[in-house]
């Protein structure tokens, strides 16, 4: 059974930082893309960023620059590193399997506030 | 970026009537369309990939259909657990977008 396991999140002033992880089991790790997807309360469903098997990553322009994704396939996990936090970055962050999405873990809340 | 619509933006229906919510991307996506359904509180539970395939577990009361830009997701007999909000999504391209959602309700 594929399973994801997001941790990490929680109450940041502005500009801070905080690291997701999650944890993934029931499936080949190394052999799949990996995203976060994040929804802001009330709001609709955003990609933030995506890794490749081979590493490659992309991330959505409202993240360049503060956001890191990364993986671990010795661990089966997946990271955010996210700095410079704003305000609008609050929401839920999910992980979730693949481009096409087809698992998700249920989600670490990040909120953003003074 | 690729821009993705949906329509109705929410229906009010039955149990028993057949929905059909439709999407369509601002360019070509081939059929690099996947559909998810979200209840409140709950992450998005993925329904249908490459356009038309079924995920595993999924009744086959829902279907999908289309290609290129214009697409659609059916529910052939609407049951209580079906009211919920439904999103398209591509992923043909970087960053991968979803459409605004669709929310059935009774």
């Known amino acids: 059974e594929v399973q994801l396991l997001e941790s990490g999140g929680g109450l940041v002033q502005p500009g801070g930082s905080l690291r997701l992880s999650c944890a993934a089991s029931g499936f080949t790790f190394s052999n799949h893309w990996m995203t976060w997807v994040r929804q802001a309360p009330g709001k609709g469903l955003e990609c933030v960023a995506s890794?490749?098997?081979?590493?490659?990553?992309k991330y959505v322009d409202s993240v360049k620059g503060r956001f890191t994704i990364s993986r671990d396939s010795a661990k089966n996990s997946l990271y955010l590193q996210m700095n410079s936090l704003r305000v609008e970055d609050t929401a839920v962050y999910y992980c979730a399997r693949g481009g096409a999405l087809e698992y998700w873990g249920q989600g670490t809340l990040v909120t953003v506030s003074s | 970026d690729i821009q993705m619509t949906q329509s109705p933006s929410s229906l009010s229906a039955s149990v028993g009537d057949r929905v059909t919510i439709t999407c369509r991307a601002s360019?070509?996506?081939?059929?690099?369309l996947a559909w998810f359904q979200q209840k409140p509180g709950k992450p998005p539970k993925s329904l249908i990939w490459r356009a038309s395939n079924l995920q595993s577990g999924v009744p086959s009361k829902f279907s999908g259909s289309g290609s290129g830009t214009d697409f659609s997701l059916i529910i052939s007999t609407l049951q209580p657990e079906d009211f919920a909000t439904y999103y398209c999504?591509?992923?043909?391209?970087?960053?991968?977008?979803f459409g605004p959602g669709t929310t059935v309700d009774i």
């Open positions: 890794i490749k098997p081979d590493g490659n990553e």
């Open positions: 999504q591509q992923y043909n391209s970087f960053p991968f977008t």
């Open positions: 360019q070509d996506i081939s059929n690099s």
